[in-house]
């Protein structure tokens, strides 16, 4: 199973970069690794997604060691706006299981 | 224009009443999904179809029973609903995710509250 860990809480000051870890442990070979913002009464929001080594969007980037059993969510300078809860997403074959959240709180 | 939509927003029903939750996407994808997300934001996926075809059944209660009449509409039915089927239901659209190649998008959800 494509099970995903990740730490229940962080808090962080404008400004700062956050990083947010997610260990999958037995994720497939070919499969992708997915992560997702929640505010508050709304869907999920798809943030980014990789495979290997490292991407990057105008939002974020996302940190995969070679091994694959890991996954780390680089926000950087977080604004008040960016408090909401972060999932990650692991895939093992045809089945799928998302982490339980990370909900990061931004203090001004 | 929303992307995907799901109503009702809010559904405050008794227990053993049945109930359906409709969700709609007009992205033109060909896979559907209904989520369930409880008071611990735990987000659990339930069922998936692709093209009309349930590709994805999780070990749901079957008082649940998803329905797609074609490929932009995957309602959700639930019978004799029980206190524990309280939580916020997402339905999410994508294309074919192979090996989660992809992003899924998802609705604003439906809050149900079972009294």
């Known amino acids: 199973l494509a099970k995903t860990t990740q730490p229940i809480s962080m808090d962080s000051y404008e400004g700062q970069e956050v990083n947010i870890t997610c260990s999958h442990n037995n994720i497939a070979t070919n499969d992708y690794i997915t992560w997702y913002q929640q505010f508050p009464s709304q869907g999920p929001r798809f943030i980014i997604q990789g495979y290997k080594t490292k991407v990057t969007n105008e939002v974020a980037s996302l940190f995969i060691p070679a091994d694959r059993k890991s996954s780390t969510l680089s926000l950087p300078r977080v604004s008040l706006s960016d408090t909401a809860v972060y999932y990650c997403?692991?895939?093992?074959?045809?089945?799928?299981?998302f982490g339980s959240g990370t909900k990061l709180n931004v203090k001004p | 224009d929303t992307a995907v939509s799901q109503t009702p927003k809010y559904l405050v029903t008794q227990m053993g009443n049945d109930k359906s939750i409709k969700c709609e996407q007009n992205?033109?994808?060909?896979?559907m999904y209904w989520y369930k997300q409880d008071s611990k934001k735990f987000l659990k996926i339930m069922f998936s179809?692709?093209?009309?075809?349930?590709?994805i059944n999780e070990t749901v209660p079957n008082r649940f029973s998803p329905k797609s009449p074609d490929k932009a509409h995957l309602n959700l039915h639930i019978n004799s609903l029980e206190l524990g089927d309280s939580a916020v239901y997402f339905c999410?659209?994508?294309?074919?995710?192979?090996?989660?190649?992809?992003?899924?998008?998802f609705g604003p959800g439906t809050r149900l509250t079972v009294t």
């Open positions: 179809y692709n093209n009309k075809e349930l590709i």
């Open positions: 997403l692991g895939w093992n074959f045809n089945k799928f299981y």
């Open positions: 999410a659209s994508s294309h074919r995710l192979a090996g989660g190649l992809g992003e899924q998008y």
């Open positions: 992205l033109g994808h060909d896979t």
